[in-house]
């Protein structure tokens, strides 16, 4: 008989990432069958910027991400997790050209 499964429960955090605003959405245990499988929480994690403003990790403001919990967990929330993932992508030359970019026509 198949498990029932139940309503995802998401934790929600508001942050501020170099002045743009972000929310993080993480569900510990998206699936149970993938969690039990594997004796670890399988996780979902979301990423949204609500004027789709484009951040190191997704070009549309918008990602959502598959991760055991245990590796969010080992950088401490889920919220210092998603600064980590994207101070590690911002050192990327594409961003970095980004930034440079954007600050050069605000300046007109």
Not at 14 to 35: D, H, L, M, Y
Not at 46 to 73: C, M, N, W
Request: contains cysteine; hydrophobic residues 30%; glycine residues 2%.
């Amino acid at each position: 008989m198949k498990e029932k499964s139940m309503p995802k429960t998401y934790q929600i955090h508001k942050s501020t990432w170099r002045n743009i605003p972000i929310e993080v959405r993480f569900c510990e245990i998206w699936s149970n069958a993938v969690s039990k499988n594997y004796g670890e929480n399988f996780s979902h994690l979301e990423v949204r910027q609500a004027d789709k403003i484009k951040l190191p990790i997704t070009e549309t403001g918008y990602i959502s991400h598959f991760v055991f919990a245990a590796r969010v967990y080992q950088e401490g929330t889920p919220l210092e997790y998603v600064h980590k993932w994207l101070d590690h992508d911002a050192q990327s030359s594409e961003w970095k050209r980004h930034e440079k970019e954007s600050k050069q026509l605000n300046l007109f």
